[in-house]
């Protein structure tokens, strides 16, 4: 049941002030030299349906970083990094857009896509874990993970400890707390997680709700953000859940599309305002070591999670419980 402030924390979510961090603070050429790994970065197929990944690539192309599109259709990365790069005028200082083949719901084929960019790349300075969808009642990743928990929560985070000494290596020259980790959040952790954010009970059987265990997959991935700030932070590394805010996105495509124009009209904004989220959870100089494991709300402000069971699970053990899960579940497969 939610509380008072917990309602106007949702407001808060949903009609949230204008973004304070843009492209205008993230100059041409301001990013040169830096790489960045971007899960869930392909174009989408439906016309101003952008996904926050491939905006977020539009907002970076001319900071002249060096960006990986991970994704699990070579089709549709090509396709992205196509559009992106034809953009009139050029950027003087454009961005060196690479593809990196990874399926999340397949845990095989995350160990090969963080080796490949291994092969490529002494260093990673962020980390956008994005990538991530609804399914619906019954599914399985290939592994036969419960669908969310698998291809949100372990997936991601095997992918991002194959990464570590990546960006443990960018961590010892770079500016301190520039090297991040994001995970992605939302607002269903506070409106539709399980008690305590995660239900072990039901994370190992097939989806049963799909609201409701794509919200414990991101209370997860929240969970990860704190856990990762208290493992990882000694090594200069800042680890922080963000949510993007309510989108027009690729993600509502299997929804009822006259109960999506209702959304569309009264809650969801444009791919690139989650796109804002993203940029100043990687790149905001309010982000740092002394904000390790914060969770953010749209369209960039640290605040904590609504939910008072959800909050204080992290701290009494959930969140060292579910990596510890993760990590029995991938050690069964990789
Ligand atoms: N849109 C919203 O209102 C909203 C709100 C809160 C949080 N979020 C979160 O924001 C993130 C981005 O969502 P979005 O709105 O941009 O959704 P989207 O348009 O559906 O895009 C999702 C992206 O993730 C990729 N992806 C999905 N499953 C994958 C897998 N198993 N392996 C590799 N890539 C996979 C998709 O690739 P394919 O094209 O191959 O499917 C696509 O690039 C997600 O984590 C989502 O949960 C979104």
Redesign the pocket.
Known sequence: MLTLSGLWALWQQFYPPAPTFTEKDVGPGSQVGRVFII????S?TVPN???????LVKLLYPTGATIYL????PA?IQAAIAEVSSVLPPPTTPSNLKPLL?????LKTVKPAAELFAAQETRLDILW??????CPPGSV?KQGLEAHIG??CV?PLLFTQELLPMLRAAAQTATPSSVRIVW?????IDMSAPQNGVDFTRIEKPTTVTYED?GAS?AG?WFFAVEGARRWGRYGIVSVCQ???????????NENRLFVAFLKRFV?YE?KY?AYTMLYSGLSPEVSQDTNGAYIWPWGRIQPIARPDVLNAASEGKAAELWEWCETQWKQHV
């Open positions: 899960t869930g970065a392909n989408g349906q952008l996904r926050i990944g491939f905006a991970a994704g699990r259709s549709k990874l399926d999340l719901s397949d874990n994005n990538a991530g969808n609804g990743t291809a949100n997936a992605s959040g939302s607002i269903q794509y991101k991935n949510n993007p805010g309510n989108l027009y996105t690729g993600i509502y495509a969801l791919a989650g």
